[in-house]
């Protein structure tokens, strides 16, 4: 049991609404005329954010940027929990159910799912994997919003109709601004880690008024993505608790942090369900 919940804990189970939620708005936005092409659209974009974790759980182990007792949550590979050689094999497994999902979507989408797959998979090992690393360089914002927004939403709608869905597109985007809050909440939290190993986040080039400046910015954004998909409606709302979460994390300190992060993460389930609200 307690190597199952290691193992939990090590796929980030805090971070998966990023992936999940915004396939689910794509599914929201169009008529649903594939329910088994659904679930696996849901199945691979499990799979290819919970790579991503895994593959930025061992890079940032190799580069000093995990260690033992850090502020945010526990990495197995830094607290010695799991092997190198575990973690690459869990590494291995997650990348053909990437693979494997993915090749099925390629086969009912055609070219623009294989283009959207292929970036994907690329994008999730330069997140971490090479001196250009996405969340090295502090460009890694403009990847979530990306490929945990726009892009997971539209490639939902499109697989369902064939066709580009500008609400699916708007809406996603609300899912890939609380995201990309989520990953500033992470960067405030570890600014002074992150400084020591050269991992130059917004707010270790900027500073953290700069952090929190970005994440106020995304918040005010969201009604407006919101606005521009379903018109005046309730999922507007959802700047409401995300500028709760914004007041708590101007007031956080170390392992603080956590709940906000985890606050925001249940901020993008709860945009979903008043998308749900939204009459058709």
Known sequence: ?????????????????????????????????????????LLCALSLQILSNLINDYYDFVRGADQA????????LAEGEVSVGQLLVAIAMVLLVAVGTGAFLVGQGGWPILLIGLSALFFAWLYTA???????????????????????????????????????FFSGGVCGLLSMCVLMINNLRDIQSDAVVGKLTLPVRFGKTAGETMMFVCILLTPIFSFLAYGLNLSMLIVIPALY????????????????????????????????????
């Open 245 to 280: 979460v914004f007041w708590r994390v101007l007031r956080a300190e170390g392992k603080a942090y956590n709940k906000c992060l985890a606050m925001m993460g249940l901020a993008n389930i709860m945009y979903v369900l008043l998308v749900l609200c939204v009459p058709t």
């Open 69 to 76: 007792g850090r502020a945010g949550f526990k990495r197995g």
């Open 1 to 41: 049991m307690k190597k199952i919940l290691l193992w939990i804990r090590m796929l980030r189970p805090q971070t998966l609404p990023a992936s999940l939620c915004p396939v689910a708005i794509g599914l929201l936005a169009v008529p649903l005329h594939a329910p088994c092409v659904a679930a696996i659209t």
């Open 130 to 168: 090479t001196r250009f690393s996405l969340s090295y360089l502090g460009i890694a914002d403009l990847f979530v919003f990306t490929y945990y927004g726009v892009v997971a939403s539209t490639g939902t709608a499109y697989l369902q109709t064939g066709h580009f869905s500008a609400t699916a």
